[in-house]
């Protein structure tokens, strides 16, 4: 039997969220901000005030599966050298989504500048960044997990700590699971567990802001992690990034005119995000 205690730290919502749990779920920890403080700050607020022996990062945004969270402690309890843990993660068609990936660097960020990670995902070397290659069916020590589901050994945490609050949105559980690997803790991917993870619900209304703070995450990591040198060319590189973007967005506008509008935004988006990138994280991920 698994004994769990349920924190939800509400992110200054407006659909009434506040109001429901407090009425339906009143056995329900309910931490409720007055602003948006973002998703690191929001769940450091979850785990200060949690107690049990393993913690879990759960968006809201999901579904647990056929006793997911009684297997993964199950899991979990036989891998004591593992402080953070993923799941099997599913869309809302029960398809595979990827939520294992490789730490960002100049590698991988050069194969993405070039679509070699589109067009041969299936490799293993060009499909390395988001493991594209790989069927999920094992467990394995992996890089990064995805922060829709980490479950964290607390031993683990009392000895790396919170997530890093200055990182906003994205970046944020990739700078986490670094910081585990260099105290030691793997990393795994565990399929022994399945949840839905419907995906996007909280930023598909801002798909500029999401796309430039994506990649300001990006390099706001790498200028933590790596050496100052490094930082200067992934910044380079990922204008690069938006630059290639362009001219196929501009080909549409040839074969679809009738969506010059929004073909015309997205360019914009490329463009800003291009000039931006060259002068840091900060800048890309301003208003």
């Known amino acids: 039997m698994l004994n769990f205690e349920v924190i939800v730290v509400d992110n200054a919502s407006s659909d009434g969220s506040v109001v429901q749990i407090e009425k339906e779920f009143p056995q329900v920890e309910l931490i409720a901000n007055i602003e948006n403080l973002g998703f690191a700050t929001a769940n450091n607020q979850g785990l200060k005030v949690s107690k049990g022996r393993h913690l879990l990062l759960l968006n809201s945004d999901t579904i647990v599966l056929e006793r ?3 297997k993964i402690v199950l899991f ?3 891998q004591s050298s593992a402080g953070i843990i993923g799941c099997r993660i599913l869309n809302s068609d029960m398809t595979l989504q ?8 100049l590698l991988n960020m050069g194969i993405a500048v070039i679509y070699f990670n589109q067009l041969f995902s299936m490799n293993k070397f060009w499909g390395r960044e ?14 990064v997990v995805l922060g829709a589901f980490m479950l964290v050994r607390r031993e683990a945490f009392l000895q790396v700590g919170g ?7 994205y970046g944020e559980e990739t700078d986490w699971c670094w ?8 990393v795994l991917y565990a399929p022994v567990a399945k949840i839905v993870h419907l995906g996007g ?3 598909k209304q801002v798909k500029r802001k999401m796309l430039l703070q994506l990649r300001s995450g990006i390099l706001k990591f790498i200028k933590k992690n790596r050496h100052f040198g ?3 060319l992934a910044c380079v590189l990922t204008s690069v990034w938006f630059l290639v973007r362009i001219p196929p967005w501009i080909l549409l506008m040839l074969i679809k005119p009738g969506q010059w509008s929004k073909i015309l935004m997205r360019i914009n988006i490329y463009f800003e995000g291009a000039w931006k990138s060259l002068c840091g994280w900060q800048m890309l991920s301003s208003k």
């Open 68 to 70: 997911a969270l009684n």
């Open 76 to 78: 979990a309890d036989t």
């Open 98 to 105: 990827r939520s294992c990936f490789k730490f960002p660097s």
């Open 130 to 143: 988001r493991m594209t290659w790989w069927n999920y069916e094992e467990e394995r020590e992996v890089d």
């Open 163 to 169: 997530l890093d609050e200055s990182f906003f949105m």
């Open 179 to 186: 910081q585990f690997k260099k105290n030691g803790w793997k």
């Open 201 to 203: 619900q909280s930023s």
């Open 230 to 232: 490094i930082y200067i």
